[in-house]
């Protein structure tokens, strides 16, 4: 069966140069000129580094993109995940057509409709219901097409009361709720969000994403979705495509790309094999590693999983008495809680020690969490100390469309015991 593609980038790159609007000198504008009127090649595209964020580089020449291909069928919910710089915010102006490539193409059929930025398209001093006709407009659809949609726009976004107040006294919530209405609901082919919930509400969020999958399995049209959040890009998307430093790293299911771009993170990484100097005359630490009940630490972990921690440390000479604390501390350094096998009167015995250690299921809330290990001797001192031995990362799980989408105060998840008596 041929494939329906609605949307392709073909080798698009884009370079910038860094501190300065366009080549910054007369003499690179001149090259670049006499390169073009001989029918040569830009001299500037062999030259440039790649876009890492982090390393200070050694040319004056970026690339934000670089060769990237790829394909979109109609209906597909396609999305864009990476690290803040890796490029998503960049690929989506060049796709919707604010800022052009310096090379490559894009081949698109219908119209895009785009929500970049908070306000991007909206005039401030114009009112909410003028924005409406005003991107509209912009999109090449007639007034009486606008007016025919106009009360589907204002109610979705929520704003009635306001809707006849400048752009410029609404809250970010509000702008970004009316902006989603107009690009959602004046029918383009093809729908470009960056972070759309990112500022939104509970409410909002369920409605955007209940609206988004209305458009691509009952209207057929096809999304493009850049976000952080894990669970939304889960639940809504069909496809998704990793940047990593301004190249495309991988394209395959949605679940294959969430657990690829996780993957990559070095905090993510759930086990830690220890070298020689761990190696003492009293003990020798092998591995810490941290897996989903019935998965590898491969596996990234997740909000709802039953989790085993498990320290592989064998025993010299069981005289010495020794056990395991470990201090679970949060990404601003703060101890969350100290836990130990000897609560559960497990001791250490000469060889090889397993010791595994499980927490219920749903115990700890999504983020970056560090293990400091001490290993104590005879019930009171410290034999040995390291602090942020390992990290791990605690990702968003599976949830409900119309459930809150993103992170909840605390730092742990208990299930309580409840009850009501009526």
Known sequence: MEKDIILKAENISKQYRLGEVGTGTLNHDLNKWWHQIRGKENPYLKIGDTNDRSTKGTSEYVWALHDINFEVERGEVLGIIGKNGAGKSTLLKILSKVTAPTTGSIKSRGRIASLLEVGTGFHGEMTGRENIFLNGAILGMTKKEIASKLDEIIEFSGCERYIDTPVKRYSSG????????????????????????????????????????????????????????????????????????????????????????????????????????????????????????????????????????????????????????????????????????????????????????????????????YLSLFIIENGKSALFIEKDIMSFIIQEGERPIGAWMGREPGFIKPRFEWSIDN
């Open 174 to 369: 509000m702008t970004v709720r009316l902006a989603f209405a107009v690009a959602a609901f004046l029918e383009p082919e093809i729908l470009v969000i960056d972070e759309v919930l990112a500022v939104g509400d509970a409410e909002f969020q369920k409605k955007a994403i209940g609206k988004m999958q209305d458009i691509s399995r009952g209207e057929g049209r096809t999304v493009l979705f850049v976000s952080h959040n894990m669970a939304a890009v889960k639940s809504l998307c069909t496809k998704g495509l990793v940047l990593i430093n301004g190249k495309v790293a991988m394209v395959g299911s949605t679940e294959q790309a969430v657990n690829y771009y996780l993957s990559q993170d070095s905090e993510s990484m759930n086990m830690r094999t220890f070298s020689s100097e761990y190696d003492k005359p009293e003990f020798t630490l092998h591995e810490i590693s941290l897996n989903a009940f019935g998965k590898s630490s491969e596996d990234p972990l997740d909000e709802y999983q039953k989790i085993e921690l498990t320290t592989m440390l064998t025993l010299k000479d069981s005289s010495k008495k020794l056990h395991l604390t470990l201090v679970l501390n949060n990404d601003a350094g703060e101890p969350l809680f100290t836990f130990s096998h000897i609560n559960n009167d497990l001791k250490l015995t000469d060889g090889l020690n397993k010791i595994k250690c499980v927490f219920p299921e749903g115990f700890l809330n999504i983020g970056t969490y």
